[in-house]
């Protein structure tokens, strides 16, 4: 029987650009067309009553800015993104008498972080996907004679995935 692990622990900041108090309000520094008319909205200003709904209420989860616009992008996360790796091995090995052998090997393995968390810079939506892995080998090899040897191999692997789902 053999376990493996594995723990690194890494900053990974992402980056981007995020919608400033002024854009969240509906007033932009560029002509905003109206989708309605093909003409631009006055004063770059989209009415508050053409704001959809759902919008509205998901804007509250976007972050305000937190860098220099300068510098490409105005919002830096501290999104943390760690991996760990957990492997545990089994194999046996059994002899049955002078010309079988039988021997298999059992592997379980759950990894976070290559499958893991996705950061999001809305720290509320990462997302967490662990990679699972599960493996089973049966093997029986036999004698029939000096010259005749015969192996018989029974192998299953599953790797189920669920996307966005924690633990």
Excluded: C
């Excluded at 989209?46 to 490409?72: E, T």
């Amino acid at each position: 029987m053999a376990y493996g692990g594995e723990r690194i622990r890494r900053f990974r900041p992402l980056t981007g650009t995020t919608p400033t108090a002024a854009e969240k309000s509906g007033q932009f520094n560029s002509p905003i067309i109206d989708p309605q008319t093909g003409a631009p909205f006055p004063n770059n200003q989209i009415p508050q009553d053409r704001f959809d709904s759902v919008a509205v209420k998901l804007m509250q989860f976007w972050p305000s800015p937190n860098a220099d616009i300068s510098r490409g992008f105005n919002y830096v996360s501290s999104t943390n993104n760690p991996f760990e790796n957990n492997e545990w091995i089994l194999r046996m090995d059994l002899k049955t008498g002078e010309n079988s052998r039988w021997s298999g090997r059992f592997l379980w393995n759950k990894r976070e972080g290559t499958g893991g968390i996705f950061p999001n810079p809305i720290d509320t939506f990462n997302v967490a996907n662990p990679l699972t892995r599960l493996s089973q080998n049966v093997t029986n090899t036999r004698n029939f004679g000096p010259n005749v040897v015969n192996e018989f191999g029974l192998h299953w692997y599953r790797r189920p995935y669920f996307s966005g789902r924690n633990g």
